[in-house]
């Protein structure tokens, strides 16, 4: 299989889906919006967008199945399975603030090999593929060489709605804005984890995502060079809910803050 070009089609259909999301924002409703759960928001345009990238990516690779947000196709893959979050930032569209992307990682077996980010409102295009490096439009991109914490700039995710640890999510907050630059809450994982690899964000942290939100961004963070584990510091960041990604540098001081207080 050529990643490269598995890549480059997945970028397309990610522009093309980019594209219908900004045009359906200008349309929008909130007679359009449905609860999913306490906070959970989904729409007919992420539902028509994840139709357009099922239908595509099926034909790309007939035998590859989904892991996808709305739950468009069921359908498992003996080797090779998507994860798609059609719309990332659907809080973000609704409310018409221009922080919102498309998201499709592939998995073979239990590894990422391609990753495609698409922030349409920006016109971005973030892409990996494993062992072919990590680019954002044409240009190659690498994670900052920034090495000290007070020099970083950090991305998180606010919990909004499971409240269980969150003692623990604002003592580490606190002790951040004490000692980083700031913390930003961009109001899309994918988003935050594109900014990592491409330099403007040092590191980005949040609990109880999903796998849609993390699999392009994680892959695309590690073909830049920087590192993403779990809160333990293992590997279980896809289905493991958790997730820490940076530079390298600062993995270590965030990996000790965040265990010493989960
Ligand atoms: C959400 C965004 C948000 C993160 C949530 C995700 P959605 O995805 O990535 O930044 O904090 O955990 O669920 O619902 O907009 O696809
Ligand atoms: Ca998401
Ligand atoms: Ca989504």
């Known amino acids: 299989m050529n990643l490269k070009s ?14 219908f999301i900004l045009e359906e924002c200008k349309k929008f409703n909130v007679s359009d919006i449905e609860i999913k759960s306490q906070n ?5 345009v ?3 967008a994840e139709k357009m990238i099922v239908n595509f990516l099926g034909k790309l690779i007939p035998e590859s199945g989904f892991i996808a947000e709305e739950g468009t196709s069921v359908k498992k893959g003996d080797v090779y399975n998507w994860v798609i979050d059609p719309l990332d930032g659907t809080t973000n569209f609704i409310h018409a603030i221009p922080c919102y ?6 998995l073979k077996n239990d590894e990422l090999i391609v990753g495609v980010i698409y922030e349409p409102n920006r016109d971005e295009m973030f ?3 494993k062992n072919g490096g990590a680019y954002l439009n044409e240009n190659s991109i690498s994670v900052s060489k920034t090495n ?10 606010f919990p909004y709605y499971d409240y269980r640890r969150l003692e623990a999510y604002m003592d580490i907050l606190k002790w951040l804005m004490h000692n980083s630059r700031g913390v930003r809450r961009i109001g899309s994982a994918a988003i935050d984890l594109a900014y990592v690899a491409c330099g403007r964000f040092e590191a980005f942290y949040e609990y109880s995502l999903n796998p849609w939100d993390v ?13 993403v584990t779990d809160f333990q510091g293992g590997k279980n960041y896809l289905f493991g809910s958790e997730i820490i990604a940076s530079n390298k ?4 001081e965030l990996l000790d803050k965040i265990k010493g207080s989960f």
């Open 6 to 19: 598995i890549t480059q089609e997945v970028c397309t259909i990610s522009k093309e889906v980019g594209i």
């Open 40 to 44: 959970s928001l989904v729409t007919y």
């Open 46 to 48: 992420d539902k028509t």
């Open 101 to 106: 992307c498309v998201s499709i990682g592939l």
């Open 127 to 129: 892409y990996a593929w």
């Open 148 to 157: 000290k914490l007070s020099d970083s700039l950090l991305a998180t995710g």
């Open 215 to 227: 699999a392009a961004g994680a892959l695309i963070v590690k073909e830049a060079g920087g590192s």
């Open 249 to 252: 540098y600062m993995e270590a």
